[in-house]
């Protein structure tokens, strides 16, 4: 199974791009396969993800994840295929609905009819990273490329995840896209909820069996009830977000923080194995940090032996 790992710096990092670098190469020593990177509000991910490809060749990267809400396909396409050259064939696009209380604040925007905006929104951006050109007018989005959109290099053609955990969500990334990259979605959920609809999905379009990278809360340590209570803290804004609350009830949780992997390196093991039963085809560890530098060390060493299992 491919393992991987979400990197970031800490703030007191004095250049954050080469920190994260400095952690890429840590961690393709260890034997992860794939770096991806959030898109928050200070550095670019895609940009981010073409830094790291070039620079440790030996990790796959990807974007997990860019909210649709206030970006264009066009210009989400251009970043997507400028990094895929840069890699060589190295990136996922991973995209997002995001969080209505962010989205509205930071770009202004009613957070309405996000459902359609998803479906046009990669309706646009695949035939930009297929084809190199567009010409679409929906109701919320409108392109025609005057010239090509094409990136020379940007070969094969950049895979589009979708952070979809919610039923209309899954079925539009199963017709449309190559995969779901869900967060704090444990087994069950996997097994009855996510993996059986978005691979209908995929199968009535005609499409290929989507990939199903799964991302969470993983710590290997000897301090369990120490990072149990960092995670709870760490992970207790998701208790707010009304999609993570109705994933973590589908698996029977009440709080974000019940879904971390914390044990030893034969609990974590066994936990991960659970995920790839239940229908995971990549896991990718997040807040591998909460029981600091030693404990994230030793998780990244499980992680890349597990790549070889």
Same mark, same amino acid.
């Given at each position: 199974?491919s393992?991987g790992? !979400?990197?970031? *710096?800490? $703030?007191?990092? &004095?250049?954050? #791009?080469?920190?994260?670098?400095e %952690? /890429?190469?840590?961690?393709a020593?260890a034997?992860?396969r794939?770096?991806?990177?959030?898109?928050?509000?200070?550095?670019?991910s895609p940009?981010?993800?073409?830094?790291?490809?070039?620079?440790?060749?030996?990790?796959?990267?990807?974007s997990?994840?860019?909210?649709?809400?206030?970006r264009?396909?066009?210009?989400?396409?251009?970043?997507a295929?400028?990094?895929?050259a840069a890699?060589?064939?190295?990136?996922?696009?991973?995209?997002?609905?995001?969080?209505?209380?962010?989205?509205?604040?930071?770009?202004?925007?009613?957070?309405d009819?996000?459902?359609g905006?998803l479906?046009?929104?990669?309706?646009?951006?695949?035939?930009?990273?297929e084809?190199?050109?567009a010409?679409?007018?929906?109701e919320?989005?409108?392109?025609?490329?005057?010239?090509?959109a094409? !990136?020379?290099? *940007?070969? $094969?053609?950049v &895979?589009?995840? #979708?952070?979809?955990?919610?039923? %209309? /969500?899954?079925?539009?990334?199963?017709?449309?896209?190559?995969?779901?990259?869900p967060?704090?979605?444990g087994?069950?959920?996997?097994?009855?909820?996510i993996?059986?609809?978005i691979?209908?999905?995929?199968?009535?379009?005609?499409?290929?069996?989507?990939?199903?990278?799964?991302?969470?809360p993983?710590?290997?340590t000897?301090?369990?009830?120490?990072v149990?209570?960092?995670?709870?803290?760490?992970?207790?804004?998701?208790?707010?977000?009304?999609?993570?609350?109705?994933?973590?009830?589908?698996?029977g949780?009440?709080?974000?923080a019940?879904?971390?992997?914390i044990?030893?390196?034969?609990?974590v093991?066994?936990?991960i194995?659970r995920?790839?039963?239940?229908?995971?085809?990549?896991?990718?560890?997040t807040?591998?940090?909460?029981?600091?530098p030693?404990?994230?060390?030793?998780?990244?060493?499980?992680?890349?032996?597990?790549?070889?299992d």
């Amino acid at each position: 199974m491919s393992t991987g790992v !979400v990197l970031f *710096a800490p $703030p007191e990092a &004095p250049n954050y #791009v080469d920190t994260i670098v400095e %952690q /890429a190469r840590e961690a393709a020593a260890a034997g992860l396969r794939s770096a991806w990177f959030g898109q928050r509000f200070d550095y670019d991910s895609p940009g981010l993800a073409a830094i790291v490809g070039r620079e440790v060749p030996q990790l796959r990267v990807g974007s997990s994840a860019i909210p649709i809400f206030g970006r264009h396909p066009l210009l989400v396409s251009s970043q997507a295929q400028t990094t895929q050259a840069a890699t060589h064939g190295r990136y996922d696009l991973g995209l997002a609905l995001g969080a209505p209380a962010f989205m509205e604040a930071t770009f202004g925007l009613p957070y309405d009819r996000p459902i359609g905006l998803l479906r046009e929104f990669l309706t646009v951006v695949r035939s930009l990273v297929e084809t190199g050109t567009a010409d679409f007018h929906g109701e919320r989005l409108s392109t025609t490329t005057l010239m090509s959109a094409k !990136v020379p290099g *940007a070969e $094969p053609t950049v &895979p589009v995840l #979708v952070a979809a955990m919610g039923p %209309q /969500a899954l079925r539009v990334t199963g017709e449309l896209a190559d995969g779901t990259i869900p967060y704090l979605a444990g087994p069950k959920t996997l097994d009855e909820h996510i993996v059986p609809t978005i691979i209908s999905a995929a199968q009535k379009a005609g499409r290929p069996t989507p990939r199903v990278v799964t991302l969470l809360p993983i710590v290997v340590t000897s301090d369990v009830d120490r990072v149990r209570e960092n995670a709870e803290r760490q992970l207790a804004m998701y208790d707010q977000l009304p999609s993570y609350h109705r994933v973590v009830g589908l698996e029977g949780k009440d709080r974000a923080a019940e879904l971390a992997v914390i044990g030893d390196e034969e609990t974590v093991a066994a936990a991960i194995r659970r995920y790839r039963s239940a229908g995971a085809t990549e896991i990718v560890a997040t807040e591998t940090d909460l029981g600091g530098p030693e404990d994230q060390r030793r998780t990244w060493r499980l992680l890349g032996e597990l790549a070889n299992d």
